[in-house]
């Protein structure tokens, strides 16, 4: 039913062309249904300058809307006040429950800090040199390395009709690519302090729950920034906690829980 209830939600995705690469843009919006529906999808930049030439071509194939903003000041983002005047807008005037600010720029930590105060959920999508003030104001960030590193490893195939297939590459749960972050005391203690906040009198915590406070406490926390595509793969390998699969009788589906 969370899951369902999910998918409804609306977004305004608003992006910092001057502080995102283009290179992705299809993958990005792959992940943010995920988590609901982009209802506004808006871009910020001075498109008189060469250095934006790469986005016209996103732009058409994704049906983004380009806003434009002079640049007034040389070596300023001009666009920032630009995505905050319509982010506002849109808050008080659009039937939206929550935004994806696409940019790497810690400017907009005060815009996601208001947006989140005023009931709205706030995904972040950014660079890995993206600061912690940023990240820590949104209800999750996810790293575009990510998404360039999952495009990377799929690949097409001809199936029997002759068409084009996607196919992923699997390893256990494990992605192909290197991975942004080692597993370091600092998980394991994420882990650990995590499960124990939701143990119940045997120490079990379901690891659904284990997950989305994990997330909660780290926005940026994703398994797939240690090289894994899910939570569970992610747990096993660090050889330090029991799991155990229970059944619950509705089409072999299996409820995971985890222990210190």
Known sequence: MREEKTKDLKFAVLIDADNVPYSNVKEMFEEIAKYGTPTFKRIYADWTKPTVSGWK??????????????????????????LIIDAMDILYTGNVDGFCIVSSDSDFTRLATRLREAGMKVIGIGEKKTLKPFITACDKFIYIEILKAQSNSESEEMDESGQNKKVITKNN?????????????????????????LEDEDGWTFLGELGNLMLKKNPDFDPRNYGFQKLLPLIKSLKKFEIDARETGKNNIKHIYVRN
């Open 57 to 82: 071509n996103v732009l058409l194939e994704n049906a983004i809307t380009p806003i434009q903003q002079y640049s007034y000041t040389s070596g300023k983002n001009s666009s920032d006040s630009a």
């Open 173 to 197: 749960g494990k992605s192909a690519n290197h991975p942004l972050k080692k597993i370091d005391p600092k998980l394991i203690r994420l882990v650990e302090d995590s499960i124990s906040d």
